[in-house]
């Protein structure tokens, strides 16, 4: 059985991964001789997965780890998949020696963006004993409906997407789309002359009309990414953000009228507060930016609101937690102890705020972090709350070692970027509470970093004490209301519920770009 997995990078192109592959039967038994490592060049690691034939049937698992980023995907195929695959999907051409079969599905989605109706199709290319096919998938659609990409190269799609790839059609907003059906075909074409042709379905107008109409009318989302340090501003004691909201419309009726309204919490000022919804629709196609002002220094970090309104009184709403934060100088560096009872300490700003991974919701875990600064390092405390001390799984450090594996224990991450330049790559620290560590510069463990932490279990958790030299993090000692990009991560593994969690959750956890922002309070 062939597998293929990539990793993706928020921004540019992926390097070299190093991919850990378990494997899992149908059971849920771990196999051990089936587990291994892969090189991943440029983001991409192909193999062959050998079952025996008196294999247990039913689905296995393949998760892969990213053991730069923790990150895991996970890929779930049956037993004698092929053979299986092979009899459900429409095959019109067989290839001497090697097959390739095709399918079209569709629309997994379909919205109104604007002035057009946008219609999302699946396309999968599946290849059995053909190695490495290399061609081109050239895609045709019935008029009105128009392609936003016609061609695809064959050998990317099958290694980095496994075969399976989405494509989006659309038709002008001002179409009957109740008489306008849908047909996606595709023609598979190898650099040897081989071919295959995929017909897909033709949707009817109908089938199309229905499944606009059940959409949500609005679509509501924010965004803060960093493209550069100009996101956030402190001028004369007054602090601001920049955020950026799409509204997009997805359904059947006439442009939404209505209005946009904005609000913040207590302390905070937001502008503007009021917008026109149809104007916002049309004319700014949906995009805005809104500016949060506040005090420098403050004890609650600001929630945006943004709620949308129509005549009929139905509402959509939705909120975002903006991550910032600062650190206070200290004259007196705290003891490294893992204690948390330093003077410095009781000063700082408790941040409060963590997210699962890729939610707005709160954590299910109590978790905290303070952050302070003197002449040559900067500090974090952390604290963890939510757990039995007894029963959390946490290996001690091996003397001498430098990075440690973390991945199964419970443990912490602390992202820096001094930068805060988009695609710059964070500093990232990993340890546990005995003080097992790893650190990364963005996907480099060869590095390792000079700084300390000391961890104390508690009644319900733990805390861990760190001190990171500027230096380390190839930076000077901060200038008065200088700003960094920082994150705090939390992994937590059985015997507890498994959590995967972080302060800034606007974007991707693990980039700079979308990190939030830590300033420098004055001596």
Known sequence: MQYA????????????????????????????????????????ATGTLRLARNGQPGAWILRFRDAATGVTGELKVQKDDAAQLAAALPVQNAIQNGRLFGRIL????????????VAAMQVMVWSEGVQNPRGKVTLRVNSPWRLQQTEYDLAEQIAKLQGEFQTQVSCPAGTDLAKTPLTLTAQVSCEDGRALEIKGATVSGAALAAKLAKKTPL????????????????????????????????????????????????????????????????????????????????????????????????RQEISQHVAMTYARYTAQAPSLDGQLDDACWKQARAVTTFHPEGSSEAAPYPTSFRVCYDDKNVYVAIEVHGLDPAKMKALPPTPGAGDEELWGQEFMEVFFDPTQRA????????????????????????????????????ADGYTLELAVPFETLHATKPKPNDIWAFNVYRNTFAPFAEFHGCWSVIGDSRASSFFGRLYFLAE
């Open 423 to 458: 695609g710059k790559v964070p500093y990232q620290l990993g340890m546990n509470v005995l003080g097992r560590r790893t650190d990364m510069i963005g996907e480099d463990q060869r590095w390792n970093g000079r700084w300390g932490v000391k961890g104390a279990r508690t």
């Open 106 to 117: 569709g629309p997994v989605s379909l919205r109104q963006e604007n002035d057009r109706f």
């Open 219 to 314: 679509s509501l989302e924010f965004s803060s990414y960093y493209e550069d340090m100009n996101r956030l501003t402190i001028r004369q004691g007054v602090l601001t953000h920049t955020l950026s909201f799409t509204i997009r419309c997805g359904s059947l009726q006439d442009l939404p009228q209505g209005k946009v309204t904005f609000a913040v919490t207590p302390g905070w000022s937001v502008q503007p507060q009021e917008l026109d919804l149809t104007e916002t629709v049309v004319r700014r196609r949906g995009e805005g930016l809104l500016t949060v002002t506040g005090p420098v220094v403050f004890s609650e970090e600001p929630v945006v609101t943004m709620t949308v309104t129509l005549p009929d009184g139905a």
């Open 5 to 44: 997995a990539a990793v993706r990078p928020v921004s540019g192109a992926a390097g070299t991964h190093v991919l850990h592959l378990d494997v899992f039967a149908p059971d849920g038994t771990v196999c051990d001789a089936l587990a291994r490592n892969l090189v991943a060049e440029q983001g991409r």
